[in-house]
């Protein structure tokens, strides 16, 4: 897959594709829908095929105090993507300029001009261009009259229910992660490169990997058992790390994902992960610098602040003794 930021980068010999436009966030089993039924429209049209979306999305340009924690920041996104074989992500800045394009400006600079679309994938709830004037019977009416088709994206109910990135972050927030696992069909999980923190976790007795995670919100906080896998990242496609045998790494842990609330400091969202039996630094044992991938697989407690480092510390012990149990069990 191949990722393109901005219409002066799509390729001076693009000769046309089958596009989708959306977030994307999370790439929930209603989005695995739409990916599917993009790729069985490329393969009839004999095209590529395009996914579109925005940075910053619409709603956090226009009110970014009120717009919702993302399920998965670009990076993670763009792996999902990248699983399900789209040719291309297409990245439009969502900007002042942007914003003030009027439909008709949309449909002859981005879908005609810019991509050279013959068919597009679209919710019938669909709203661009200035105001949002622009909607699915003006697109129908634009490819009527340029030579492309427009495609209503099929609604993906689950339990009788539309499966949709709000569900998603309502179950994490509730933490039913088994149901959002099933939305998402797959565990929920986030990941990122290991940086330097304040190194406090080593100080007493509980080394943690700070996962910086390239986000504003978090859909969820507290202490969760995990799992971690390092994974490897090139060009838009991730991989476990192997062992010598051809094995898969896998470790179990316990991880807080939240604001830090204990230790003096600027509150930002972090994930900072215990990993169960990993040799320390003097032997060997380094992550920095390292991608890992972090399944959550069970809430132990809220987040929370405490009076001391001690009783922080009391509180790491019984938080890594719980999720032993829970994984022995």
Same mark, same amino acid.
């Given at each position: 897959m191949r990722l393109i930021r901005g219409?002066?980068?799509?390729?001076?010999?693009?000769?046309g594709c089958v596009a989708t436009i959306g977030n994307f966030d999370g790439v929930h089993l209603g989005h695995q829908a739409i990916l599917q039924q993009l790729k069985k429209q490329g393969e009839e049209h004999g095209l590529p095929t395009v996914v579109m979306m925005f940075e910053p999305q619409p709603r956090e340009f226009f009110a970014p105090?009120?717009?919702?924690?993302?399920?998965?920041n670009m990076s993670e996104k763009l792996q999902d993507l990248a699983s399900f074989g789209i040719d291309y992500v297409l990245c439009l800045p969502f900007n002042q300029k942007l914003r003030s394009m009027s439909a008709d400006q949309f449909i002859q600079t981005i879908l005609l001009d810019g991509l050279k679309i013959s068919h597009l994938i679209i919710g019938d709830d669909f709203r661009f261009g200035c105001d949002r004037t622009g909607d699915y019977q003006l697109l129908q009416q634009a490819g009527e009259e340029f030579g492309f088709s427009v495609e209503d994206t099929k609604t993906f109910e689950l339990d009788g229910q539309r499966v949709s990135s709000t569900r998603v972050r309502e179950c994490l927030?509730?933490?039913?992660?088994?149901?959002?696992?099933?939305?998402?069909? !797959?565990?929920?999980?986030?990941?990122?490169?290991?940086?330097?923190?304040? /190194?406090?976790?080593?100080?007493?007795? &509980?080394?943690? %990997?700070n996962v910086i995670l390239q986000r504003n919100k978090?859909?969820?906080?507290?202490?969760?058992?995990?799992?971690?896998?390092?994974?490897?990242?090139?060009?838009?496609h991730e991989s476990p790390v192997l062992d010598e045998a051809?094995?898969?790494?896998?470790?179990?842990?316990?991880?807080?994902?939240?604001?830090?609330?204990?230790?003096?400091?600027?509150?930002?969202?972090?994930?900072?992960?215990?990993i169960f039996d990993f040799p320390s630094l003097e032997k060997g044992g380094n992550?920095?610098?390292? !991608?890992?991938?972090?399944?959550?697989?069970?809430?132990?407690?809220?987040? /929370?602040?405490?009076?001391?480092?001690? &009783?922080?510390? %009391?509180?790491?012990?019984n938080d890594m003794k719980t999720a032993r149990d829970l994984f022995n069990n």
């Open positions: 219409l002066y980068n799509i390729p001076s010999d693009f000769s105090d009120k717009a919702p924690a993302r399920l998965a927030k509730a933490n039913d992660l088994d149901s959002a696992n099933k939305l998402l069909g !797959r565990p929920y999980r986030m990941s990122g490169r290991i940086g330097y923190g304040r /190194q406090l976790g080593r100080t007493i007795g &509980a080394p943690t %990997a978090l859909p969820m906080t507290g202490v969760y058992a995990v799992k971690v896998v390092e994974i490897s990242v090139s060009a838009c051809g094995e898969i790494i896998e470790w179990q842990g316990v991880a807080n994902v939240g604001v830090k609330p204990t230790v003096a400091g600027i509150p930002e969202p972090s994930l900072e992960v215990h992550l920095y610098g390292k !991608r890992l991938s972090v399944e959550f697989c069970q809430k132990i407690r809220e987040e /929370q602040k405490f009076e001391g480092l001690e &009783a922080l510390k %009391a509180a790491i012990e």
